[in-house]
């Protein structure tokens, strides 16, 4: 029998219980038990736990901060540079030069305009620069950079972007391939200057953080006063977690440390002492979560071969539209949305 706070070895991994809440200390409920990584292979089994009281969701038993990297020796999404089809930069172009204010070359504002009305083009389009105009535009951190391409992206687009990440490999790529100022390390062992940026950008990071709350005391320090903190993360509540239970992609363990529901979201925003301005669900990732869930679903991994590939297109545009469309109702998009001011 365990004992609360022993440090014990997890098929090699250090870990620890984490029975409790991190919001409000109450002891949560297990989830899902004697689940493995199915993606990337990283060892241990573990175990999600749920608050019913604050909406937070959380790996059990959790990895020291020391043994993080062992999760992710494999971990390659962030690694790979893409370069996008011109037809497809061209229409984001002109949806954001219509809605956004953007005067990147290769726009039509007429068309961005009439394409706009199609709302899950103009979702997917402003995500691209995380749903920032460009009345905005200023010193840009974006915790978790990866590869650099999204900073490279919005330098072109009038912004003074700096990226951080703790993975060396993606660093080197953002600085080689993309020209852009990254940093190797996290927020907190950066140490930038207090009251410095303008934007703190999370894009699907705040899941992989030990200690969510300070991570973005963090973010509020280097941020100006009246600076904009802007995360997207999966949604706990998506339509396609309550389907998909186990297989749904954006439960990620054992590298996805915190899953949030809206509420819980909100609740460590405001610890961290930002004030809330916008937050809703994004149905733009719906087409890519529900495809590789159903493969999870399928074949316990992700096959290079696998269901009948234009029947999986069709079923996957399918739940992207008509999770788009319940979305603007309910809240059950794949990602979670805030926007926070310092």
Known sequence: MRVANQVWSNEGVLVQDTPNCLLCGREGAPLYQGLRDRLFEAPGVWSLMECKECGLFWLNPRPLPSEIAKLYKAYCTHIAAYNRPRWKMFIISSVLAACYGYTAEGKNRLLGFLLSMLGPIRERAGAFVLFLHARDRGKLLDVGCGNGQFLAW??????EGVGVDPDGDAVRIAKERFRVTAFEGTIESVRFSENFFDVVTMHHVLEHVSDPIKTLAECHRVLRPGGKLVIVTPNAASLASRLMGTAWRGWEP???????????????????????????????????????????????????????????????????????????????????LIIATK
Not at 154 to 159: F, H, K, P, Q, V
Not at 299 to 317: F, G, M, V, W, Y
């Open 254 to 336: 054992p590298r996805h440390l915190f899953i949030f529901s809206q509420r819980a979201l909100r609740e460590v925003v405001i610890r961290s002492g930002f004030t809330v301005c916008e937050l809703h669900t994004l149905a733009r990732g719906a087409y890519e979560v529900w495809s590789e869930s159903r493969l999870l679903w399928k074949h316990d991994t992700l096959p290079l071969c696998s269901l009948n590939k234009i029947l999986l297109n069709l079923e996957a545009r399918f739940f992207w539209i008509t999770e788009y469309i319940l979305s603007r109702r309910w809240d059950v998009g794949e990602e979670l």
């Open 154 to 159: 919005m330098s072109r687009l009038g912004w």
